[in-house]
Nanobody, 123 residues
């Protein structure tokens, strides 16, 4: 079992940057692939980025490619999402999720979820 806690959300102006983190408990964090999702009010949960257990492979939604970077530090049991060139449409609650192997876009494949952290981008 993995418990996930996101942090680092906040208010930022359009064009700015923000890094959100997801700290995991449990000794087996390094064996899990991880993903970031987001959900804006009135919208469905949307895949943002995924990373393999080793960090060697990553996958991004088209909407964030070139602006966001997912990374992980297995020694710190933490996965990060660096967000640059933020836009108002990036405003959402950001969730991290863990999966035994999968790091793609289907939220149903992820077994564990954090509680989310709010990111608001002002225009």
């Amino acid at each position: 079992q993995v418990q996930l806690v996101e942090s680092g959300g906040g208010l930022v102006q359009a064009g700015g940057s923000l890094r959100v983190s997801c700290a995991a408990s449990g000794r087996t964090f390094s064996s899990y692939a991880m993903g970031w999702f987001r959900q804006a009010p009135g919208k469905e949960r949307e895949f943002v980025a995924g990373i393999s257990w080793s960090g060697g492979s990553t996958y991004y939604a088209d909407s964030v490619t070139g602006r966001f970077t997912i990374s992980r530090d297995n020694a710190k049991n933490t996965v990060y999402l660096q967000m640059n060139s933020l836009k108002p449409e990036d405003t959402a609650v950001y969730y991290c999720a863990a999966s035994p192997r999968y790091y793609g876009s289907s939220y149903k494949e992820y077994a564990y979820w954090g509680q989310g952290t709010q990111v608001t981008v002002s225009s």
